[in-house]
């Protein structure tokens, strides 16, 4: 059974950076996507950004976070970590990591593509 925890939220003042964390485990499949997604009060969740499991790693970013975070992953811990940098109030939100479909043979961060999904974990930028 797949099996999806994240983890790494905090506190951090504006201008700081955090760590989130996704181990995975029991994929019946060696492909598929890792994506991390937000979800703020009052607010729909938005796709943050993805990984793939091909060896290309190819990965996909929301505008709002481009150039600001970055998501990778360890294959031999079987984790994905996405580096929150230059983080600003409006990124306060909770965080899931999901475990899903590629499309097309790239990642994408719709959520109905993402069968799988962490408990979440509390993201607040606030000085």
């Known amino acids: 059974q797949l099996h999806v925890v994240d983890s790494g939220g905090g506190l951090v003042q504006p201008g700081g950076s955090l760590r989130l964390s996704c181990a995975a485990s029991?994929?019946?499949?060696?492909?598929?996507?890792i994506g991390w997604f937000r979800q703020a009060p009052g607010k729909e969740r938005e796709g943050v950004s993805c990984?793939?499991?091909?060896?290309?790693?190819?990965?996909n970013y929301a505008d709002s976070v481009n150039g600001r975070f970055t998501i990778s992953r360890d294959n031999a811990k079987n984790t994905m970590t996405l580096q929150m940098n230059s983080l600003k109030p409006e990124d306060t939100a909770v965080y899931y990591c999901a475990a899903g479909s590629l499309l097309f043979g790239r990642c994408s961060v719709i959520p109905l593509l993402y069968a799988n999904w962490g408990q979440g974990t509390q993201v607040t930028v606030s000085s």
């Open positions: 029991g994929f019946t499949s060696d492909v598929y996507a």
């Open positions: 990984i793939s499991s091909s060896g290309d790693s190819n990965t």
